[in-house]
């Protein structure tokens, strides 16, 4: 309103002419003059409460439909009945001019009373009254704001309009057009203007004037490089009246309003979330591309629709709730929904952001919503949420305490066993630091432990007071790690107080058993002319009286000795077979007695009464063997035809037999087989679970239960280790018990077998192989000590040998030269092959040092290399180097770099024949410096490839090879190359050579 009172303030002080200013749409009075109060009877305020409808006698709808033309341009005069506020009702003539807004368009009405101007006619004269007309109208047409111009249209000979001329013009005009009213009277359009027959303008007017139909449009004038808004009347004979307005600032605001909403609207389908807009009905009105992909559809398919035509009730029921949610918070709302995708039918997880909308006037239209996919972020949260399960189950499931220490000592976390071991409920034990349990463990070696690798402080054995005040001894395994800016110690501790009592007893027990020995030993002596001997599971003497002895150095000449295996000593191939197939039977339990052949040829051969018997232990384990042998030749000989009966049937072995069931959970009933009963120690046949669970020890019986129960509801196999307590006899037996779950039948089938005996081998051959263990090393330690011995007076022998071949103290002849120079080979051969012994010994003993720095790559193969070139230079090798890169630093130990790369490279020249070719590769893969050592020699036969890493192994190792050595060589390779966390494998084929290829972590 304040745009329009400024523009008409001229016009609407006019008090001769009659205006109103409405809103063709409500048909509110917006406005009114002086001269419309005189003339109506009420007061502008008055008539600026009122509707025209109140005026005119015309219904809204009549009235509405005939603004509607003036509207559009179509007419712009209409005759209608105005009644006065005195009730008087007079005839008038209206002329609405459309006035355009920045928000509508409104009509400025010009009343005439057409009832006066005939009472003027009829008292002055035609002609006076047509003089007040005229004087009003141009009182009208000089004030009015809007452009407004006289023209008469020029035809052709065939009455088509080619042009028109000004007649007149009001002020306004000239602020539209910039043209002086002066300057265009009287001239044709096409002069003032060039170029506008180019257009539709004259055509358009023609119409006007030949039709006498209104004309109202828009156009662009470019040589006034303006926007107008024009109306076009006729009013006389050939002649038209044009009221326009410059709308360009509209124009301009329209088209960059229109660029706006373009790269609005780009910006919207550029952006990866669905976009869309609902009005406050949940009826779409917009969308962007990503949401028309989603429903797999075009916006023209979405626009007028809700989410009922594209989902199920239930979910659109569900969006449409949150949509009213947002409209009644009067705020943005995040929502995550699980919506199932038109496209393919797969279900998304979306977050949705759903804004309300207002207009400019603060009115709700609608609301917007933003939507992004978050499958893949919920999926990792999912993945998140389950490793924390699996850790904490672990944490509070593990069979050792483990506790968490901050660089203060005090505890961060711990599970329920630690807190059980230290006899503390959590609570307190979360407020303790580690001192008030272990006062051994000072602060200064937690924070080394935290900070360092050292062995000796990560794992460690100590003692832990309980909170009664008593003590346990502790097994601890510490790790340090840096989380969230805290230094913290993971602590896996172990209670060994059993394990400790179970090592002082087993020294105990070694003590009485070497006093059994002696007492063995001086048993076995006893006898005459028998002999007596005891094995290990591995052969090994044990125990042998001196008949033994003697009978052995007799047949085959060889000196026995305790540790060693019996088989080594039997030279005939077919005796040694007999003999270990004995011994295999008795180590699998049986005791029996043979007669039995043996002797080193066909012609010293004597016969035996062999009494094979099981050695057992105090738990009734077989650790060995005893045999008793009587010289029976010389009745053997008299009595050839007849056979000894045998002194000792076989006795039965116990065969574990396995046994099944089925569990009818509709039932709760147990069908079990005859060798289940026997196994649970049960009798008849039919059985309830309840039953069959009381059997299972307490403390297996929630394991057992939850393994069904997995079975069950989610498929994962029963396969469980348990014991039990039979029924029949009150054993406990360790059962192993697996089963598969049928739906269709509700039903559990599976076996059952008892592993009792099992488990008590497993044990004897943990022990066993930890005796062995310990004699390997002593080995080791023996070898390691004859190397140091040996090469002692070796180096002596080599250092006077050079002296020697030096000649400085005279001249030898050919000969002595030879004898000298054989010597000295031999000597440095001999001293290379103890050195190797020495290296494994080491290795095996755990003694070897490894010393890591960072050493040049290029560097070190140089020097390498240099070692190599008196052997390449004496078989005469095509020997090539390639490393794929320039500068490489790596850390490792120099030495056995240098030993690593010898021994490969030593070995290829060894293997390949005279002017053979020898190369070395390098690169560098996948975080590794990887080398190759390859030649054309000999080649490896695929089945000796894996034990030619073994010690004292070579790919020939008959007693007439061609190549000397130890067959150390590549076990000391793979040993040291282990020690750099490295591998070493082979490729060869016989007669084509072999590639040795080993990597190092950089």
Not at 808 to 833: A, M, P, T, V
């Amino acid at each position: 309103m304040d745009e329009i009172k400024a523009d008409y303030t001229q016009l609407f002080n006019n008090d001769h002419t009659i205006m109103l200013l409405i809103d063709p749409e409500s048909l509110q009075i917006i406005n009114a003059n002086n001269a419309a109060s005189n003339y109506y009877g009420w007061s502008c305020e008055e008539l600026r409460q009122m509707k025209i409808s109140q005026i005119d006698i015309m219904s809204e709808e009549k009235i509405r439909a005939e603004f509607s033309g003036t509207k559009k341009g179509m007419q712009n005069h209409l005759i209608s009945k105005h009644q006065l506020q005195n009730s008087d009702i007079h005839s008038v003539e209206i002329c609405a001019v459309p006035i355009n807004t920045k928000e509508k368009t409104l009509l400025c009405l010009i009343v005439h009373d057409i009832s006066t101007t005939k009472n003027v006619i009829g008292n002055i004269g035609a002609e006076n009254a047509l003089k007040e007309i005229e004087k009003k109208y141009r009182g009208i047409f000089e004030n009015a704001i809007n452009g407004i111009a006289i023209h008469k249209i020029i035809l052709d000979e065939n009455g088509k309009p080619i042009d028109y001329i000004f007649l007149d013009a009001n002020e306004a005009f000239e602020k539209n057009t910039e043209l002086k009213v002066t300057d265009i009277i009287g001239k044709c359009v096409t002069e003032v203007l060039p170029g506008i027959e180019e257009t539709s303008l004259i055509e358009t007017y023609g119409k006007v004037v030949l039709t006498g139909i209104s004309a109202n449009f828009e156009t662009f004038a470019p040589q006034l490089n303006k926007h107008y808004n024009v109306n076009a009347y006729k009013v006389d004979k050939d002649c038209f009246a044009t009221v326009f307005q410059d709308i360009t600032e509209r124009k301009n605001a329209e088209i960059a309003l229109m660029n706006s909403e373009k790269r609005l609207q780009t910006l919207i389908d550029t952006i990866p979330d669905l976009v869309w807009l609902k009005d406050i009905n949940g009826v779409f009105i917009a969308c962007n591309h990503k949401f028309e992909q989603f429903y797999n559809v075009g916006e023209e398919e979405i626009i007028g629709k809700t989410d009922y035509d594209f989902h199920d009730k239930e979910l659109a029921d569900f969006f449409r709730q949150k949509d009213i949610k947002a409209l009644e918070a009067g705020r943005s709302l995040i929502n995550e929904e699980i919506v199932t995708r038109v496209a393919d039918g797969y279900p998304e997880y979306i977050e949705t952001i759903k804004t309300p909308m207002y207009d400019s006037n603060g009115d709700l239209v609608g609301v917007l919503g933003i939507g992004r996919e978050i499958s893949e972020r919920k999926k990792g949260e999912q993945r998140i949420a389950e490793e924390a399960v699996r850790r904490r189950i672990f944490f509070e499931q593990s069979g050792d305490g483990i506790v968490v220490i901050d660089q203060n000592g005090k505890v961060v976390e711990a599970n329920k066993k630690y807190a059980d071991m230290l006899g503390y409920p959590m609570n307190e034990l979360l407020q303790l630091h580690i001192w008030d349990w272990d006062e051994s463990f000072t602060s200064e070696r937690l924070s080394r432990a935290i900070r360092t690798n050292d062995q000796s402080l990560n794992h460690f054995e100590t003692k832990h007071r309980r909170k009664d005040g008593s003590s346990y001894d502790v097994e601890i395994t510490l790790n340090g790690a840096h989380i969230y800016g805290q230094n913290l110690a993971y602590c896996i501790c172990r209670d060994i107080t059993e394990r400790n009592r179970a090592a002082e007893t087993l020294k105990q027990a070694e003590q009485k058993h070497r006093q059994a020995s002696q007492l063995l030993q001086e048993v076995i002596e006893s006898p005459k002319d028998v002999v007596i001997f005891a094995l290990d599971k591995d052969y090994r003497y044990i125990a042998f009286n001196k008949n033994h002895q003697m009978t052995m150095e007799h047949i085959w000449g060889n000196r026995i000795e305790i540790g060693v295996i019996m088989l080594d000593y039997i030279k005939d191939p077919a005796d040694m077979e007999k003999a270990k197939a004995n011994f295999d039977r008795v180590l699998a339990g049986e005791a029996f007695t043979v007669i039995e052949e043996y002797g080193d040829s066909s012609l010293n051969r004597r016969w035996y009464e062999n009494v094979y018997s099981p050695l057992e232990d105090d738990e009734g384990n077989v650790i060995g063997l005893t045999l008793f042998l009587t010289d029976i030749t010389e009745s053997k000989q008299t009595e050839m035809e007849l056979l000894r009966k045998e002194i000792q049937l076989r006795t039965a072995q116990s065969v574990g037999n396995v046994g099944s069931w089925e569990m009818d959970f509709t039932s709760r009933m147990v069908d079990a087989s005859e060798e289940s009963r026997k196994i649970y120690g049960i009798e008849g046949e039919h059985h309830t679970i309840d039953e069959i669970h009381s059997i299972v020890l307490p403390e297996y019986r929630q394991m057992v239960f939850d393994a069904m129960r997995a079975l069950i509801t989610k498929n994962i196999r029963y396969d469980v280790e348990f014991k039990i307590k039979r029924p029949s006899d009150g054993k406990i037996r360790d059962i192993h018990s697996a089963a598969e779950y049928s739906a269709d039948r509700n039903m559990a089938i599976g076996m059952i077998q008892d592993i009792t005996e099992s488990k008590q081998a497993v044990l004897a051959l943990l022990q066993a192989k930890a005796l062995a263990e310990e004699s390997n090393k002593i080995k080791s330690e023996f070898i390691a000590n004859m190397s140091h011995e040996l090469r002692t007076p070796l180096n002596s022998v080599i250092g006077f040998s050079q002296i020697l071949n030096e000649q400085i103290f005279g001249d030898l002849n050919e000969k002595q030269i030879n004898y000298i120079s054989n010597i000295l080979k031999s000597g440095k051969h001999l001293l290379e092959l103890i050195n190797d012994i020495l290296d494994i010994s080491k290795i095996e003993s755990g003694n070897i040092e490894y010393e890591p720095e960072i050493i040049d790559f290029q560097e070190f193969m140089d020097e390498t290399i240099v070692l190599m070139d008196p052997l390449i230079k004496e078989k005469n090798i095509d020997f090539k180097i390639n490393i794929g890169f320039e500068k490489l630093e790596i850390n490792a130990d120099k030495m056995k770099m240098k030993q690593i790369m010898y021994n490969l490279l030593s070995n290829a020249i060894k293997f390949t024949h005279v002017t053979g070719k020898v190369w070395l590769d390098s690169k560098i893969m996948n975080g590794n410096v990887q080398i190759s050592v390859s030649d054309n020699g000999i080649g490896i036969p695929l089945e000796q490839q894996k034990a030619i890493f073994d010690s004292f192994k070579q790919a020939s190792s008959s007693t007439n090879r061609t190549h000397g050595g130890t067959g150390l060589g590549l076990a000391i390779a793979k040993h040291y190359i282990e020690m750099h966390s490295g591998e070493i494998h082979v490729e060869s084929e016989v007669g084509k050579g072999s590639t040795f290829t080993l990597t190092i972590p950089i």
